[in-house]
Structures are given as C-alpha cells and as structure tokens.
C-alpha cells in the first residue's frame, strides 16, 4: 500500500489489474498503515497517511481475528524476522496473518502483492503467489495491459521514495527485475 501511495497513476493501473478480481484490505493492513502513519519515519508517514485515504477501492477493512490463530501468526512472523530483532511488535505481522489465513485457501491461487523480499520467500510455503509492485507491472507490461513507459515511470515514482531499484523498459518487458521482482 506504501508503494501505491508514490503515484497517482500507479495506484490507477494497479487497481484497474486487481480490481477484477476477489480482494480485501485486512484489519492487520489497515492498522500498521496507521501505526506508521502517526510512528513510522517521516517518508513513512507521508506515505502510509497518503494510503489510509486510497484503500476505499477495498472495500472496508475484514476482521482478522476470527479467521487465524494469533500463534500460528507468531511462528511466522518469526521465520519473517529471520534472526533478527523486531523493530516493533508489529513487524511483519500483517504479513504472517495473511500467510497464516492462505494457509486455509486451498480451493483459490492467492496472491500477496508485498515489497518485502522475505515475505514473499515465505509465502510461497503458505499457499501464496507472491509479486512485488514491480513484477506485477512486469506482467502488466507482457500482457499489454501497460505500457513499457508506464511502468517506468510508476517506478521512478517507487524508487523516489526510496522504495524500490530503477528499472528501465527492457527490464520490464523482460521480466527481469532482480531481486524485488524474482522472489
């Protein structure tokens, strides 16, 4: 939500690519976008305050609480930290609850449309197709449902608020982005 909170246009193309199919903003998403709105670094706050007033396209946000088991949530956003310290209780929580109710998914193809690189490692093992904000315009691009220089310009506007590499139209057309993009 971060990263369509950088571009007008990008958060249009991905809500015209999503927007067709089944979706819903979480409880768990809602809240850390406010925790980093009112706590988070001061890009941070821009951005999740800018993403708090985009997320009307989702519908309103689905009480997690019923559907997920808080330890289970717990053992993997543990696996998420990888050894390190959480910065907050809440780090890569909203993520390990999503993994935790795809886990329960097994008659759909979820997707985790996420920028952390070890939350979309991990989803793979949860019943989940993960795609960074780049591969997702990567395919948009391949399909031609996006131009190559749409895409480009959405990630200028992504790595502007430092939140993502640069990448040029043959990266996209492509499908070769790295890091964010080969999870």
């Not at 949530?73 to 543990?78: G, L, N, P």
């Not at 097994?106 to 979309?120: K, S, T």
């Not at 220089?149 to 993502?164: C, I, K, M």
Request: include cysteine.
């Amino acid at each position: 939500m971060l990263s369509l909170a950088t571009d007008d246009g990008l958060r249009a193309a991905i809500q015209r690519e999503v927007g067709t199919q089944r979706h819903v903003v979480l409880d768990v998403v809602f809240d850390e976008l406010e925790r980093l709105a009112s706590q988070g670094r001061p890009a941070e706050k821009t951005l999740a305050a800018a993403a708090l007033g985009q997320l009307g396209w989702l519908g309103e946000p689905v009480d997690t609480s019923t559907f997920v088991d808080p330890e289970r949530v717990a053992e993997i956003q543990d696996v998420l930290r990888s050894g390190r310290v959480l910065k907050h209780p809440g780090e890569h929580w909203a993520e390990s609850v999503i993994m935790t109710m795809a886990e329960r998914l097994a008659e759909v193809d979820p997707y985790l449309l996420c920028e952390d690189y070890n939350a979309r490692i991990e989803s793979i093992h949860h019943n989940l197709t993960p795609l960074s904000v780049h591969k997702l315009l990567s395919q948009m691009v391949r399909k031609d449902r996006l131009s190559a220089a749409d895409a480009v310009s959405f990630a200028s506007a992504v790595q502007a608020a430092e939140r993502g590499s640069d990448y040029t139209a043959a990266d996209f057309i492509s499908g070769r982005l790295g890091r964010v993009g080969r999870p």
